[in-house]
């Protein structure tokens, strides 16, 4: 799988920030490597809300790999306005999307902290 890697390596830098996250997150997974996927998961964070759930995701994978993140991911769940919220309102597709960040959120900081998921 780690052959892999160098196929992944030029999509970190995708116009496409869901692009970037896919392959943040592939490369992780192949190689388990923070120092290059974790500046890409967290400019992705701050560019496109619609994809922390995927970060998210990756970095409850990443564990105490993704120490790094840890304010974000605290910041996050210590929102009052939710990251999916919109003017005019929310459909219950929302509140679902946003309960599964909160719960990605909080088992990534879990890992942070204590290294198990």
Known sequence: AA????????ALASRDPWVRVRAAAALWRVTGEAEEVLPVLLAAWEENR??????AECLAEMGPAASAAQLV???????????????GGSGTHDVHLDEKLLTLCRAALARMERGAY
Do not use: C, G
Not at 3 to 10: D, E, I, M, T, V
């Open 3 to 10: 052959s892999a890697a160098p196929a992944l390596r030029p």
């Open 50 to 55: 619609h994809a922390r759930v995927d970060i």
């Open 73 to 87: 991911v605290l910041t996050e769940l210590t929102r009052r306005r939710r990251h999916n919220a919109r003017e």
